[in-house]
Structure formats: structure tokens, C-alpha cells
């Protein structure tokens, strides 16, 4: 085991597989000479050379649909759109030409294509540079969408995506690269669906994704610690499709669930795991799913305004206190 | 152009005229449904790029208006047609439709119905080729519409900056849905906004197959020469309207008429004709033996052909699951 950073991770998942497959090529604004604004593509430019490491013109939609259209011919292309806010730009291509393109040719044409984007609230970005979208990406019909909530699953999400016939989606997060964790030495693919237990308990889950995990784990720290109280978390690192099958496991086991999501509520990962819950487990429920979440605002510059903006662990704790009637 | 070529070229753009002017029939018989959009008036276009360039070698991809380029590359018409039909033989299945006309074999890389959207595919599709060292093309065709959008002038720079070898041509019919060219684009002709990308560009008449042919050799040579991308313009006119739901209100019936008179079938009939290489006895003959075809087969084929199941709905959204098991569920060997 390596212990390395959430950016490393993705670095060495492009230089294996880059060095095994002449195909596997990445592309993006800055990522080549540059080497990447989160440092994900370091020395890749060197090692293989402009042709499969291509520095793009700011130009999303474009190079966007160009590696789409590449990945028709058996390129497997790893499109970086280096804030998920430029993806608005990208979404015609990826959602009407890689997500549907295999159905519309009855199965003839595929576009096993990776995109990867940096999304949520960093340092006071402001309202076009803070987005999460994850609510965007995960109801197109032929997109798959995965988010890493730590360096293992970076690692591992990105092979699989890359190996995969399907086009995926992988949100990452601003504030995650230098966050260091453990990578197995041998090569290792993460699947691309399913969720994991993060942390086990019995009395309420807290499910989460991405940053929002270790908001969900500090949480379950301070409820044992402080109220006795034992919760489960729940990593749903694959958005598209959820894993209906481990949130039933778990809820039926707690019998009380909250779900954090840094993304705004309506049209998003809670709503979306509570209709799944409704529809699977709902007379196991002891009482009603809380969602906690960002207030619905553009982000706002100022400080103070930002984290009143931003849930975090605090917030989780409050919800599930409420939900156990202690607050 | 060798006679014989021209022979035969005539033929399938007799096919190609009577083959369209049936699925208009067949849509008011309500055996076609959705969008249909038309292609008589441009066979020229088509026919006169692909006669330059190799079908079912060199990769094509085009908007909405497909059935004939998809043809023109090698799809069975009784494929297209029963897509039409939405069955299961056609060539996407059922599952496109007339605007999603896909044939992988053949390279025709499909029919597209966002606006411009094919733009960076087939730059894609080019760089594809230009990674795997193949002798191939991309074409790229296209209305003048399409020039206004965005991906037009991103698709433009990378296609030049990266000297892709891909092909757009330009099927210039003077209208973008029922706005004309001039009240809705700066420019009207088109090769002149390429001009700044760097990348060779020509205009010509796009009704006479032999111009477009020749213009469209010059075009192919150089791309696949490796010298990068080429942009070709030609100009042409639709006879119908945009879709179906189009009345045309948009233009005069004089400039219509004036157009017909130009008709590209009967500019190549009337020349093979004065050239002794046909009557137009043969002419009718081949028209009538084009509609028994039509009749006979394509529509026989698509009548006859059964609907896809209900229970095959959820086919064709991802890859085969049990190919795909290793890496849905980490288990790789």
C-alpha cells in the first residue's frame, strides 16, 4: 500500500494505462505542458508526447465532442474539462452524442469515453466557478456517473472508467486532490457500481459521495462519542445508477437515514435516494429521511456567506439529532 | 468522369430522387412518423463528394437530412427504409429513425440532429485515424445553418492547429430551417469564413455533379495527402421544405421553379443523352424499373418486417452487461 495524494492517484491510473493501450489518449485545457491545473496529468506530456497528450484551445463543446467523436473509432480518450462549470459548455456532445449514440445506432456505435471534472465549492470562487452538477449528470439515459470520495477510489474509479465500454462521468472535487490516502501497490479497478460501508453502525445511516463521505464519517465520530449514537455511512460513489440494493440493505438495518450532498436539494442525490428508499424499504422506516444540503443561491464570493451556504459535518450532526428527537 | 461512371451514378441518384420522394408518401400514409427531412434537389452534392472519395472506406458523417449519404456509403435502402418504419431490420434497429441513420460496416458514422453537432465527431473521427496511422478520411457533411454555430469555429481552429485529415462539406441550400441565408448570416458565402482558420477552401455549383466532382477530387487529394483539413462549398437548393411541417412561405415558387430548371438528374440525363450514351427512352425505363425496386423491395421489406419487442426497451443504453462484469464490479482478472 502507497500512501499518496487523491492527485496522484489519477496521475498513475492515466500512466498505466496510457502505457498499456497506444489508444488510451487524454485531452484538456492545460493538462500537457502544464501539467494540469490539479496537477492529475503531471508528466504525461513528456512521456508520451502531444499527439495522445493533447493541450486543447479553451474551447469545451469542441474538444469535447472531438474525443467523443474519437472514441467511435476505438480511441479510448480521457477528456478533462477542468471546472465542472465549463461542462455546462460540453453537456450538447456528451449527453446527446456519447450518451445516446448507442442506442440511436441500435448498438452499432459506442463512445467508451472518460470525463473528468473538478466540481464543488473551493475557496470563495464565486457563483461560476463553485457549481456541483452531479444532479445534471446522473438522470441522462447512457451516462455513467462516479465520484471518488478518497485516493483508492480515484485510482481504481479511473481505471475501470477507462476499460469500460460506456461513457463515464467522474465528478472529483477542488478541495480533494492533496488529500492522502492509501493505494494498493498491484493494479486495481474499482467498480463502477454498487456503494461501500465507509463506517459500520445500527442506528441511523448517513449516506454521502465524495466530500460529503467524510462530512458523514466525522459526523458518525461526534454521534458516538458525544450522543451514543451509532451510525452507519453509506459511500455512494456510483451517482448513475445508485445502488438500490445497499441502500436498502442499510436503511433496513438503522431504520433511519440522512443524506448529505454538497450539491442544492431539489432535483438531486437525496431526493433521489429518498424515492429509492420509498420504493424499497419504506415500512422499514422508524422516521421520515432528512436531506442535508446547500441553500438553493448561486455561491456567493464572501466568506462568511460561502459557509452559510455549504453544509458540513455540523450540519449532519444537527439532522440526525432531530431525527432522534434530541434537538 | 468515365461515361460508364456517369451511367451508373445516374442510376442511383434516380434511386436516391424516387427513393425520398416515396418516404414522402409513405409519410402521409403515416407509415413514417417523427421529423422527415428531405433530400431532392441536392443528389449532386452527395453523389459527386462520395464519387471522389471511397465509400465504405473513408468515414462519413452527416446531419439529419441522411438517408442518401447513408446509401450513397453502402446501406442497404431496405435497411433505411425500414428504419423509417421503425422496425427491427432497420439499419439503428428501430431505435433511430430517419434523422439517426447509422451504418457502422459501411463507415457511415450517422445522422445527427443537433445542428452543427457533427462538427467535432468528425474532427474526432479524424483524429482517431491520423492516431492509427490509416489512409482513410473523415467527411463531414453538412448545411450552411450549421456555420453559425459555436462548434463550427472551435472544430475549425483544432481540425487546422492539429492538420487533421477531415473533409467538411458544405451543402449550401440558402436555408436554415425557413430563415434565409441572408437574413441570418453575415457572410453567405461560406468558404470565405474559413478563410481565417487557415484551411484551403473552395465554392462551386453544387447541382452539376461533374463540377462538384472535380472540386471534390482536389478536395479528397489533399486531405488525404496529409495536408490537413479542406472546406468545400457547394452551392445547391432543396425542392421541399425543411421537414414536413414546412409550407414553404418562407420563398417564392419563381425562385423554386428557377432552381428545377437546373435539376441535377436532368443535367447529367441530358448530357449522357447528347453524348449518345442514352436515350430517354432508356431514361423512363430506369426511372420505372427504380420504382418496381422501390415498390417491390424497400417497401415490400419494410412492410413485411416485424417491430422491435417491448421487452428489448432497455437494449442498447449500455454495453453488453456480462462483457462489461470486471469493471462494474471490480472483479478484473
Known sequence: ?????????????????????PLVICMGEDIG????????????????????????????????????????????????????????????????????????????????????????????????????????????????????SNPKQAYGLLKSAIRCDDPVFINEHELMYNMKGEV??????????????????????????????????????????????????????????LDREGIKKSVSKTHRAVIAEEDEAPVGVGSEVIAIINEECFFELDAAPVRVHSALVPQPYNHTLEKAAIPDHEDVVKAVLKLFGKA | MKIEDKKRVLREMVLHRRFEERCYQAYI???????????PGQEACCNGVMEAARPGHDYVITGYRDHVHAIKCGADPKAVMAELYGKETGSSKGRGGSMHIFDGDKRFMGGYALVGGPFPLAAGIAKAIQLKGGDEIAICFLGDAANNQGVFHET???????????????????YGIGTSIERSTAVVHQHKRVAAYNIPADECDGQDIEIVYEAARKAVDHVRSGNGPYFLELMTYRYRGHSMSDSR????????????QRDPIFILRDRLIKDGAMTMADFETLEKETD????????????????????DLEKYVFADRETQLPWLTGKAA
Open chain 2, 292 to 311: 418496381a425496386y422501390i415498390e417491390n423491395e424497400v417497401i415490400k421489406f419494410s412492410e413485411e418486417s416485424p417491430e422491435p419487442r417491448v421487452e
Open chain 1, 33 to 148: 505542458v502544464a501539467g494540469g491545473t490539479y496537477k492529475a496529468t503531471k508528466g504525461l506530456y513528456e512521456k508520451y508526447g502531444p499527439l495522445r497528450v493533447m493541450d486543447t484551445p479553451i474551447s469545451e463543446g469542441g474538444f469535447t465532442g472531438l474525443g467523443i467523436g474519437a472514441s467511435f473509432l476505438g480511441v479510448r480518450p480521457i477528456i478533462e474539462i477542468m471546472s465542472v462549470n465549463f461542462a455546462w459548455l460540453a453537456m450538447d456532445q456528451m449527453f446527446n452524442s456519447a450518451a445516446k449514440v448507442r442506442y440511436m445506432s441500435g448498438g452499432q456505435l459506442t463512445a467508451p469515453c472518460v470525463f473528468r471534472s473538478a466540481g464543488g465549492a473551493a475557496h470563495q470562487l464565486g457563483a461560476q466557478h463553485s457549481a456541483r452538477m452531479e444532479k445534471v449528470f446522473m438522470g441522462i439515459a447512457g451516462l455513467r456517473v462516479v465520484t471518488p
Open chain 1, 184 to 241: 494498493p501497490d498491484g493494479e486495481y479497478f474499482h467498480p463502477l457500481e454498487g456503494s461501500e460501508v465507509a463506517r459500520s453502525g445500527t442506528d441511523v445511516t448517513l449516506f454521502g459521495y465524495n466530500i460529503s463521505v467524510h462530512w458523514c464519517l466525522k459526523a458518525a465520530e461526534i454521534l458516538d462519542k458525544q450522543y451514543g449514537i451509532s451510525a452507519e455511512v453509506i459511500d455512494l460513489y456510483s451517482l448513475a445508477p
Open chain 2, 156 to 174: 475549425l481552429n483544432m481540425a487546422a492547429l492539429w492538420k487533421l485529415p477531415v473533409l467538411f462539406v458544405c451543402e449550401n441550400n440558402l
Open chain 2, 29 to 39: 400514409e403515416r407509415k413514417i412518423g417523427g421529423f422527415l427531412h428531405l433530400y
Open chain 1, 1 to 21: 500500500m502507497a500512501n499518496i495524494m487523491y492527485w496522484e492517484a489519477i496521475q498513475r491510473a492515466h500512466d498505466e494505462e496510457m502505457a498499456r493501450d
Open chain 2, 249 to 260: 412561405g418562407y420563398r417564392s415558387r419563381e425562385e423554386e421553379e428557377l432552381w428545377k
